[in-house]
C-alpha cells in the first residue's frame, strides 16, 4: 500500500468509526442504533448485508434481532444460532472469520447460497471480556471481504460491544417500566371494568404482557370446583403461533404432574429449556414438545390457599430465561387476575340472587292473583251447586235432565276442587284431611279427562277398579289433583296418534328402601 493510500484507509477508517460512534452515541434505544449500524456497514466498500445477533435471556442462543439487505425467508431460517454448535464455538473465540460460499463455510452453505450470498464476515462483539453478541455481515457481489473493509471493520467492531451493551440496559430499563405501568394500568381496569367484561380484559392483558416480555403464547387455565380437571379458559398468541386452546379442555391434572406439583404446593413452575424435563414429568414434557414450547412459566392463582389455576407463558421461537424480578412481577399479575375472577363470581352469584329473588316475587303476585280469581270462583259455584242441588231434589232420577243435572253437579264439584287448590297455593286455606275412597275419586278423574280429550287421537281407556273401594286419608283436591296430573300426561304423551291408557287401582305394602320404585 502507498504512502498516500494508506493515508485515504486511515482517513476512510477514522470517518467510519466516527460515523458509527456518533450514531451509537445518539440512539435513542437499541433499535435506531442497531439500525444506523447496519446501515453505515452494510454501505461500505464490497458489503450490501448484514445483521446484528445478540443473546436471548436463557443466554442458551443468539438471535437475530436486527436486519438489512436479507430476504424474509433466509431471515427466517436464520433467525437464531443454537447452543452448542459450531459457529458459536467460532463466535466465542472472539476473533473475527471471514468465509466465502461454499468452500469453507462449514454451517448453512446451501441457505447462504440460494440467498445468493459469496461472502461472509463473523465480528464478536464484547464487553467486559465477554460476548454479548455478533455482527454478520455478507456480500452478493465479491468473492472476499476486502482487506481494507476488513482493518475498518474490525475497528468498529472492538468498540461497539460497550455502546450496544449500554444500549440494550436502557431497553431492559424501558421495557421494566413499561411492564410497571401496564401492571398499574391492569389493576386499575381490573377494579372498575364490569363484571361481564372482565374475560376480554383478561385476554387484553395477557396479551399486552406477551408482548413487553417478548413472549409468544400466554394462557389462563382454571382448575373444576374439586381441583381435579383443567380447561384452556383464556389464551393470546403472537402472531404466526399456532392456538391450542380448543384441545385445552376438561383434562385430567394427575395426568401431568408438573402442574399437579404446581396446584398441590402452589409455587410457580418456570423452565428454560423443555428438552431438559426428566422422565418423571414425561407428559408435560411430550405435550409442551407437541406445542412447539421451547420455555415456559406458570403462575399460580391462588385464592384462600387454594390454587384455583394459573396463568401461563411459551417461548415457542427461542429458548429464554426467567430473571427473579419477572417471576415476581409475574405473581403479581396472577394474584390481579384472581382477584378479578372473584369478583366475577361474586357478582354472578348476586346476580343469580336478585334473579331469585324476582322470581319469588311473582309467584308471590300470582299467588295473590290466584288467590282473588278462588274467591270469586267459589262465590259463582256456590249458587250453581245449590242450583243444582235444588233441581235434582225436583226432577224424576229416571229422566235424562236428571243425568245432565248431576253431571253439571259433579262439575262444579270439581271445580271447587280446583279453586280450592288455588286457595292451597295461595296459602289462604289450610288442606282438610279425611276419609277418601281413592274408587270415587278415580272414576270421577277418568271422566273429567275423557271429556276434555276429544281433540286428540283416539285412546282405548281400559280401567280396572275391580279392587273394591279404597280409603285413604288425605285431601280430596289434592287427591284428584295428583290423579288428574298422571292421565293428562299420558293423554299428551298418545299425541294426535291416540293408543292405551290403562289404569289399575290397588293397594300394596312398601318400606323405605322401596318406596322410590313404586312408581
Not at 8 to 35: I, K, R
Not at 78 to 87: D, E, K, L, T
Not at 433 to 453: H, K, P, Y
Amino acid at each position: 500500500m502507498q504512502e498516500g493510500d494508506r493515508s485515504d484507509f486511515f482517513q476512510e477508517m477514522l470517518h467510519a468509526l466516527h460515523e458509527v460512534t456518533s450514531a451509537l452515541c445518539s440512539a435513542v434505544d437499541l433499535q435506531t442504533g442497531a439500525e444506523r449500524l447496519l446501515e453505515i456497514l452494510c454501505s461500505m466498500p464490497g458489503l450490501d448485508c448484514g445483521g446484528l445477533y445478540l443473546w436471548n435471556d436463557a443466554g442458551t442462543a443468539l438471535e437475530l434481532r436486527f436486519h438489512r439487505g436479507l430476504s424474509a425467508e433466509f431471515v427466517r431460517d436464520v433467525s437464531s444460532i443454537s447452543m452448542p454448535s459450531h459457529r458459536t464455538e467460532i463466535i466465542l473465540k472472539g476473533e473475527p472469520f471471514y468465509g466465502t460460499y461454499p468452500s469453507n463455510i462449514p454451517w448453512e452453505h446451501e441457505l447462504g447460497m440460494k440467498e445468493g450470498l459469496r461472502a461472509i464476515a463473523l465480528f464478536p462483539l464484547k464487553y467486559e471480556g465477554r460476548v454479548i453478541g455478533v455482527l454478520n455481515l455478507g456480500s452478493h457481489s465479491v468473492d472476499q471481504i476486502l482487506p481494507q473493509t476488513r482493518r475498518t471493520l474490525e475497528a468498529i467492531a472492538s468498540n461497539t460491544g460497550i455502546f450496544l451493551s449500554f444500549l440494550r440496559s436502557q431497553e431492559e430499563v424501558r421495557r421494566w417500566g413499561e411492564f410497571e405501568h401496564m401492571l398499574a394500568e391492569v389493576a386499575s381496569r381490573f377494579i372498575n371494568v364490569p363484571a361481564y367484561q372482565i374475560d376480554a380484559e383478561i385476554t387484553s392483558a395477557l396479551a399486552s404482557l406477551g408482548r413487553i416480555l417478548k413472549m409468544d403464547r400466554g394462557y389462563v387455565f382454571r382448575f373444576s370446583s374439586d381441583g381435579l380437571r383443567m380447561s384452556n379458559t383464556h389464551e393470546w398468541c403472537a402472531e404466526g403461533i399456532v392456538s391450542h386452546m380448543h384441545e385445552l379442555q376438561e383434562l385430567c391434572v394427575a395426568d401431568y404432574k408438573l402442574t399437579e406439583r404446581m396446584r398441590d404446593s402452589g409455587e410457580a413452575v418456570h423452565i428454560s429449556r423443555v428438552m431438559d424435563i426428566s422422565d418423571e414429568f414425561k407428559i408435560d414434557r411430550e405435550e409442551f414438545l407437541r406445542e412447539g414450547i421451547k420455555s415456559v412459566i406458570f403462575m399460580p392463582m391462588i385464592f384462600a390457599g387454594v390454587t384455583l389455576g394459573f396463568v401461563g407463558f411459551d417461548a415457542v421461537r427461542a429458548e429464554r430465561n426467567w430473571s427473579q424480578g419477572e417471576i415476581e412481577r409475574l405473581g403479581l399479575i396472577a394474584e390481579i387476575f384472581v382477584t378479578a375472577f372473584q369478583r366475577q363470581r361474586e357478582e354472578q352469584e348476586k346476580s343469580a340472587m336478585q334473579d331469585h329473588l324476582r322470581q319469588v316475587q311473582k309467584l308471590e303476585s300470582l299467588g295473590l292473583m290466584a288467590a282473588g280469581v278462588a274467591h270469586d270462583l267459589n262465590n259463582l259455584l256456590v249458587g250453581i251447586l245449590g242450583n243444582t242441588s235444588l233441581a235434582l231434589a225436583e226432577l224424576n232420577p229416571n229422566t235424562p235432565a236428571y243425568e245432565r243435572v248431576l253431571d253439571i253437579q259433579k262439575a262444579a264439584q270439581s271445580s271447587a276442587g280446583l279453586a280450592s287448590q288455588m286457595l292451597s297455593y295461595a296459602g289462604d286455606k289450610s288442606s282438610v284431611f279425611e276419609a277418601i275412597n281413592m274408587r270415587w275419586v278415580v272414576q270421577d278423574t277418568i271422566s273429567l279427562v275423557q271429556s276434555g280429550s276429544r281433540g286428540g287421537g283416539v285412546i282405548d281407556w281400559h280401567v280396572d277398579l275391580d279392587a273394591g273401594d279404597m280409603m285413604v286419608f288425605g285431601d280430596s283436591a289434592q287427591l284428584q289433583q295428583v290423579v288428574m296430573n298422571l292421565l293428562v300426561n299420558a293423554v299428551e304423551a298418545l299425541g294426535a296418534e291416540g293408543g292405551r291408557i290403562s289404569v289399575v287401582l290397588g293397594s300394596g305394602v312398601c318400606d323405605g328402601n322401596e318406596g322410590g320404585n313404586v312408581f
